[in-house]
């Protein structure tokens, strides 16, 4: 059977107080009469969890009753914090609208967030607490109007405190320390374990004590509170010194000095929105006590706090192994204070500017992994690089803390910015370049050389002829490289000793040929003297404009001198006066050989064909 006024619940009733609210404006004695409306066992839960039953049986939608079965879940989560054996209530709420807010259920709420007054659980007519089976809800079973109950301000902390449940943890209020999104579960914890060890000189208190039954109890349960949140941190602070003060005198670390009290807040608050707390009891321990700080879970607060790692830690952020820091420590290398450990032990500190000074310093030389993919080059032209100082390395660099690597990596950089600068593009063919990642032993033959063109690229004197992003690809030209090659030019081409040898030539008129530019040449350095290199395309060219004089006389079977009076009209190039006036080494173009054949033809006379 339906009942006859039927509406929504409000957004902060709680899921048993809008029953009641239907029970009592259907005339109904109680909530139990509701049950048997709905067609369900005289129980809370049954009321609370069959709600298709309930919504079908008592006329109310779904959504209504879904919502009340989740707010009751909501509640169940408090545990035996669900404040279900007596009503807590605002008067001023009840004035205003008397119905029961979800957050008055909660053992810990003792304030109202809205009015900042105190909830009341007993009325002042009777003294009696109010009953959750009373028929009105605005009124006590005594018939006394709750809205009239006292008003009395709440303390500032019950406030704080209030306003975080009420509101699941979203906000604090304007109340320090401001919390969010803070785990309602989490605080409740917390809040148990400051309240039940509020004396550090006193054993902590019966664990039931933080299971109040009323108002009043609550209220007296989270009294301590007042003190630790006034002035935030000013007097959570003051409470830390004096526990600190009440401790151990022979404790070497902060879980024996504060014991389960700090054991027991660092597990909860490390890692969620209540951090703050914890950071004020370390901040505290690092500056009045002689404690280890750092050797648990809250090691990285602590470092904080302190401005000092471990010298494990400190080692795993350098980089280092650990005894490689002690020998530092103990040669005086790096900043460091020494801490007492057990009963004899101690351990090595390390400031954290110091850590850090350490660290950007080490990050200045890379290895030569990485120097080689920096730079795009294979290890052994790095290795060139490094003998010959175009670059800054330590090879004793294990021995400097302040060394992260064998290489420079500012040097690096700096190489490559110069000889990008100093680049000129070219459009050249790419079987005319030669990169820098090329300049191998293997491909170019002398290490000297190789290092000597490494210089002149350093130094400038050998420019790039296109830019690249890394130094590897930056490409140069073979004729401005050759020169610095020796072995593998001469061995590709002759020298002016050997061309005189395989053609007959004299080395004198070879060399004034190339004087001359008649005969093109390449210039290389061999064992530290400069020597010219003619190469196949060369003398190819060379042959293919020119031909000695001597060797045409030679194939005719005449002198030079003689053969050179019988062609008065051919010009001869590229002949050498000897000191006795007399030339030497002329040449006569084969172009002008041909125009004199044809000459002859047109005149009748071969002059490639001896006479009959």
Known sequence: MSIIITYAPRDDESGMGYYRRLSADNALFSWRNLTDTAGVERSRRALLMRTNDVARNLGLEPEWTESAKQKEDLCNEWGQLHRTKSDAVCPACLAESPYLRQHWEHGYVTACPQHQIQLVGQCDACGKHLSPER??????????????????????????????????????????????????????KVIRTLCLHANPKQPGLPRRSALPKSVAEAVEFLAPLEAFLTDWPTGFRAHVEQRIAAGRKDARTLNTLLGDWYISLRKLCQGTTLEPILQVIIDVAAEKSDCVLGLDSAKAMAEDATGYMRAPDAAKVIGVSVSRLHDSIFAGECKHRTRRTGT???MYEIPCTEVERIKQQRAG??????????????????????AIGVIQSDIRWREDLLKGGPVGHQSMLDLYERVNRWAEPAAVAEDATLTWAELTSRRMGEK??????????????????????????????????AQYFGTPMLEAGMSIQQLAKATGWKWESI????????????????????????????????RQSYIPLADLARAMGKKASALSRSLPRIELVGAKQLPDGAMRGGLIRIADLGWLAVLGARAGEDLFVPAA
């Open 448 to 481: 000297q050389a190789i290092e000597s063109l490494m210089k002149a690229i350093a130094n400038g004197d050998v420019k790039a002829v296109s830019r690249a992003r890394t130094l590897g690809e930056m490409s140069f030209l073979r004729s401005d490289v």
């Open 511 to 542: 060399s004034h040929w190339m004087d001359e530019g008649l005969l093109a040449s390449e210039t290389i350095q061999l064992r530290g003297q400069r020597c010219r290199v003619v190469l196949p395309h060369q003398l190819l060219a060379f």
């Open 135 to 188: 028929l009105y809800i605005g009124l006590c079973s005594c018939g006394h109007d709750l809205s009239s109950l006292p008003r009395v301000p709440a303390p500032p902390a019950q406030q704080w405190l209030s306003t975080l449940i009420e509101s699941n943890g979203q906000q604090s209020g304007s109340m320090k320390p401001v919390l969010h999104d803070v785990d309602v579960n989490v605080l409740v």
């Open 344 to 346: 004899r032990g101690q």
């Open 365 to 386: 030389w890379i290895s030569d992994t990485i120097a080689c993919e920096l730079a795009r080059i294979p290890p052994v032209v790095l290795e060139r690089m490094k």
